[in-house]
């Protein structure tokens, strides 16, 4: 493993992650909301990702 890559690990698992549930029963309410709707973003626009 690089210098880089083990820095990296390093900080993602040096602090102790959070969990939101207000957003969590915001998005939970959204997708019940929109459940079976197409998922387009932008309608008529090219969804292609370029490098």
């Known amino acids: 493993m690089t210098n880089r890559i083990s ?3 390093t ?4 602090n102790t992650r959070e969990i939101s549930l ?3 029963l915001l998005y939970t309410a959204s997708h019940r ?3 079976g709707e197409p998922g ?3 309608p008529g626009e090219s969804n ?3 490098p």
């Open 40 to 42: 387009d973003i932008a």
């Open 33 to 35: 909301q929109t459940e």
């Open 48 to 50: 292609s990702v370029y």
């Open 11 to 14: 900080a993602l698992f040096a």
């Open 22 to 24: 207000e957003r969590a």
């Open 7 to 9: 820095r990296l690990k």
